[in-house]
């Protein structure tokens, strides 16, 4: 068992940090175990149950947060995959994705499986990239694919596609990929959130403290929420909002996973959180709230996405990624609104296009007078981009991770850079 020093800290979950390409993180407060424990629980995870003989893994602090362990593979990633089976595994991009980062496939990712396949048997896994794959394709499809990994078949086609209704389990177990990090599916479910390094760099940003009143405004899956809560100690109020009713249970039960009590989580517009007529969060339950109740505002705003890692397929029209900005602003209209004279206010996104991102913190800065851009800590990534007017100055107070993979040839790749392509921006709403 992990040794706990406080027990006052029992809500506290272990925060597992995945890198886009060829290590896994994983973060912890630094005040409730201690790293030899936490290496024996990795490695009993990885060792053998996961991991092939071959597969070698090394796990040690990161150089600048401490409280952040590095797990990270031996062996380096595939520049070329080659099929090892004439029998195939048609799946679609959304579950490519989840393999290329090292997930297993379960039975509601498979679209089609070549007749024959035996139970046990290896299957080469191939990604349906124009969505024309029929569910239950018995032979090899002949349309737009490629290849994404090699694997062993666990659940037969019969139980796949002639039950009725969507097999679950692993249907496929990976064997072999382009990445080389293990797999998390399962990995110390009770003590561990998986998340990119980004996002853990964002909540230690905003810099929550206990007692505090915090707003996540788009606050899905949970993972910032759960870290804002664990960083105040689970003291204060933490509101998490979500329009759909699905993603608000995932926020609550990851809450509850985490033992974590003073997270509310609601499925309400973020645009309509505020208003100044309403109560304080601690007088109300519900949202709307009164107006300049928060003490830190968190908007990690609904984005084009075009940083996230790994994509097999981007299908985005210039006219999708174009739409975002204008309601961007709609939400940081409410941020402002929402934090307190004297409030912090994170705002972040997981795009490149720097309308999503500089655009935006330029057009604050001149819509709000009243607001400042502060220097960021901790500052991994690098400075804005110098555009839409920002000053050196300015754009060295932003930060941003660019995806950098040594798959894409860039042999200085490390924890800090082998990541999703994020901004993050840190306003002061004055006095």
Not at 76 to 103: F, N, Q, W
Not at 411 to 427: E, L, P, Y
Request: glycine share 8%; hydrophobic share 35%.
């Amino acid at each position: 068992m992990v040794h706990i020093v406080d027990t006052c800290y029992r809500f506290a979950r272990y925060r597992l940090l995945m890198a886009a390409g060829h290590s896994s993180m994983h973060n912890v407060p630094v005040i409730i175990f201690e790293h030899p424990s936490l290496k024996d629980h990795l490695f009993n995870e990885f060792y053998p149950k996961e991991a092939e003989p071959s597969h070698h893994f090394n796990v040690r602090v990161h150089p600048v947060l401490r409280e952040v362990l590095v797990v990270e593979s031996t062996i380096e990633a595939k520049h070329a995959l080659y099929p090892r089976s004439e029998k195939e595994i048609i799946i679609d991009p959304c579950c490519g994705t989840a393999v290329m980062r090292g997930a297993h496939i379960f039975g509601r990712g498979v679209i089609g499986l070549t007749k024959g396949t035996p139970l046990g048997g290896p299957v080469s896994v191939y990604v349906d990239l124009e969505g024309l794959c029929r569910r239950g394709l018995r032979e090899p499809y002949l349309g737009n694919k490629t290849l994404v990994a090699n694997g062993t078949l666990k659940i037969s086609r019969q139980a796949l596609f002639e039950g009725g209704k969507n097999a679950s389990g692993v249907a496929v177990v990976i064997d072999e990929t382009f990445v080389t990090n293990p797999s998390l599916n399962n990995v110390l479910p009770e003590k561990v959130f998986a998340q990119n390094l980004p996002s853990i760099v964002c909540s230690l940003v905003l810099d929550p403290q206990p007692g505090e009143c915090v707003l996540d405004m788009c606050a899905a899956p949970g993972g910032k929420t759960t870290h804002i809560a664990s960083l105040m100690n689970d003291r204060g109020i933490v509101v998490a909002l979500e329009k759909a009713k699905n993603k608000v249970q995932k926020i609550l039960e990851n809450a509850r996973h985490s033992r974590l009590e003073s997270i509310r989580a609601f499925r309400q517009q973020a645009e309509n959180a505020v208003t100044p007529e309403a109560d304080h969060p601690s007088g109300k339950r519900e949202p709307p709230y009164k107006s300049g109740s928060f003490d830190r505002v968190l908007l990690d705003a609904p984005c084009s996405g075009t940083g996230q890692r790994a994509q097999v397929k981007c299908n985005h029209a210039v006219s999708y990624v174009k739409s975002f900005p204008q309601y961007q602003k709609k939400l940081f209209h409410t941020a402002v609104e929402a934090a307190e004279v004297g409030g912090t206010i994170v705002y972040s996104t997981c795009s490149l296009t720097t309308s999503e991102n500089e655009a935006l913190v330029a057009w604050a800065l001149s819509s709000f007078p009243h607001l400042d851009l502060i220097t960021q800590t901790p500052h991994l990534g690098s400075p804005g981009v110098l555009c839409h007017g920002l000053t050196e100055e300015q754009a060295a107070k932003l930060q941003r991770f660019w995806p950098s993979s040594r798959l894409a040839g860039n042999s200085n790749a490390d924890c800090n850079t082998d990541t999703i392509g994020f901004f993050i921006a840190k306003f002061v709403k004055k006095r």
